[in-house]
């Protein structure tokens, strides 16, 4: 069994899940606890474990060696480059334009075409723009990676996170940022260097905490593939494409990789701090939610939609610092949706069942799901969906020097058939219509074979017999073979030949020809049909 799996770009990945196991492992434990798992146990427990879905199949985190084994069998592809699967299909990675390698996918073959969208933005940040030219002449588009807060406008989020930001540091407070190493954080800290002098901030100490910190910085600046027009023209300048980096060389940024070592010496409050997991179960933010959580004058905000920042605080009360939710997520909104499907005009469109109806609480906003004609399907998890088309064609490629000996007639002005007798030779899904074999040629004696005849010796073929069969000439030609006594009746669907004499009819119809006759087979198989056809030939025949 072969398994491929494509990715433009595995570093972000490698960030994330480097990033989780390092938090895990700081923490370990003697004992694994499991019997929580069982269902009678579960519902006594708290939200959200109570509600957790298929516990029994939670696993514990996977370990660096995991992670480098699975990252081991990814195959790097750039933007458009065209990938073929087993000659089955071809997939090829269109810009997503929602963050650094983000892609949607074309998974097509010669007749048929499947659009997989999912993470997608339209909006200008530092990715380069979402492709949607590509998506175009889609038999099925399947969404997926909409925007998690329909509602929110970012551009009002990216506003109010900084306005917040500022009031606390003025004030002498602290400021805490939940945050994944990669994604948002780039445009956050662009948006803070345009606006540090400004507010009055440049003597505020900026500092990322993440034992991928110094890897995620630069991996930004490196892959220009990735980025928007404006920021591959820096890289080949060359300049950084990031402000973050003069932020870095004028120490308004510093990074650590934990809250040990360097980072303690250097600390001074009031300060930003950037620091992981945004869920506030593990990670550096653990710590800074003790340290600050009793001042009111610290701040926590929230810019990553992924989690529910009154559970994410749950544990942490009662809390005296202030909470501040500014979800900012740049994918696609229903809006947005609407029109890029008139503008791609996909034949069928497939996305999750939440998306084809309005939120539980807002059931009376129906702008918040998707609207398109023919109606979406819709599928929910775990189930396995058929998808609306079928294959009905296949590609077939022809030699050279049996194309060479086609003989095409015209059946109408620009249409034209031949009949042809070939060798169907597949392989690896691809179809090559091959000469036919050669006869066999009388020899007197033995004869060494040369390894050049890789083609076999056969018997020579029959010919092919098709087109439309004018009657009057067939009846004229059974005469000639001695039939006598014929008669010929008009049916719905062609005639009926009737010999006599002979006890036998032939029933003469559009696509067949049927010959019935009384336990006469050598007359049957009487070659009377081998008289001159109709120029005008019904179909392609292979053999």
């Known amino acids: 069994m072969y398994l491929w799996i494509l990715c433009p770009n595995s570093a972000c990945q490698r960030l994330l899940m480097e990033e989780l196991v390092n938090f895990i492992e700081r923490v370990p434990k003697a004992q ?10 579960q519902r006594l427990l708290p939200s959200p474990l109570k509600d957790a879905v298929e516990v029994s199949t939670w696993r514990r985190c996977y370990t660096m060696q995991e992670v480098n084994s699975a990252l081991s069998k990814i195959q790097l592809v750039g ?19 929602y963050a650094l390698g983000s892609s949607n996918w074309i998974i097509q073959s010669h007749y048929e075409k499947v659009s997989y969208v999912s993470g997608s933005s339209l909006l200008t940040t530092h990715p380069q723009p979402m492709d949607q030219a590509s998506l175009k002449n889609s038999d099925v588009l399947i969404l997926t990676g909409l925007t998690q807060i329909p509602t929110a406008n970012p551009d009002s989020m990216v506003g109010e996170f900084c306005s917040n930001l500022s009031l606390t540091v003025r004030n002498g407070g602290n400021v805490l940022v939940p945050c994944y190493p990669s994604g948002v954080i780039y445009d956050l800290l662009e948006c803070l260097y345009q606006y540090i002098d400004s ?18 910085l630069e991996f930004s600046q490196i892959f220009a593939e990735w980025l928007c027009h404006n920021k591959q023209t820096k890289v080949y300048l060359p300049e950084p494409p990031f402000p973050h980096a003069e ?3 004028t120490n308004k940024l510093k990074h650590y990789p934990s809250i040990h070592g360097d980072f303690s010496n250097d600390f001074r409050q009031p300060c930003v701090v950037f620091t992981g997991h945004p869920s506030l179960r593990f990670g550096d933010v653990v710590h800074f939610m003790e340290l600050w959580g009793k001042s009111s004058l610290n701040t926590v905000i929230f810019t990553e939609p992924d989690f529910t920042y009154l559970e ?36 069928h469109v497939v996305c999750p069942e939440q998306y084809t109806q309005p939120p539980p609480a807002q059931s009376h906003r129906i702008d918040l799901m998707i609207d398109c004609q023919p109606p979406a399907m819709s599928y929910r998890r775990a189930e396995v969906l058929a998808l609306p088309f079928k294959r009905r064609y296949e590609k077939i490629e022809i030699m050279p020097e049996l194309a060479d000996s086609l003989v095409p007639m015209e059946i109408k002005p620009g249409v034209s058939l031949a009949t042809v007798s070939a060798v169907l030779h597949t392989k690896d899904n691809k179809h090559i219509l091959q000469p036919p074999p050669r006869p066999a040629q009388p020899t007197g004696g033995k004869k060494r074979k040369r390894a050049s005849d890789d083609i076999p010796d056969c018997k020579v073929l029959k010919p092919l017999l098709s087109g439309s069969i004018p009657v009057e000439q ?10 006598s006594d014929i008669k010929v009746e008009d049916t719905a669907k062609g005639h009926i030949v009737l010999l006599q004499e002979a006890e ?20 049957r198989m009487i070659r009377i049909l081998r008289i001159p056809l109709s120029s005008k030939l019904r179909c392609l025949c292979l053999k």
């Not at 933007?79 to 334009?97: D, M, N, R």
């Not at 029109?339 to 791609?344: M, P, S």
């Not at 067939?474 to 039939?483: C, W």
Request: charged share 15%; aromatic share 10%; proline share 6%.
């Open 32 to 41: 694994s606890a499991s019997l929580w798992k069982n269902k009678d146990i």
């Open 79 to 97: 933007y458009s480059q065209k990938i073929e699967l087993f000659g089955a299909v071809q997939v090829t990675p269109l810009s997503s334009g």
């Open 199 to 216: 507010a009055g901030l440049s003597s505020i100490p900026f500092y990322f905490i993440s034992p991928v910190a110094n890897s995620s």
């Open 247 to 249: 932020l870095i060389q």
């Open 312 to 347: 994410a605080l749950a544990p942490y009360q009662p809390l005296a610092m202030k909470c501040i939710y500014c979800p900012i997520d740049t994918r696609l909104n229903f809006i947005q949706v609407s029109k890029l499907l008139k503008e791609v005009q996909p034949l």
């Open 474 to 483: 067939f009846v004229q030609t059974l005469e000639k073979h001695g039939f």
């Open 504 to 523: 036998t009819l032939i029933q003469i119809e559009e696509d067949s020809t049927h010959i019935i006759c009384d336990n006469d087979e050598m007359l």
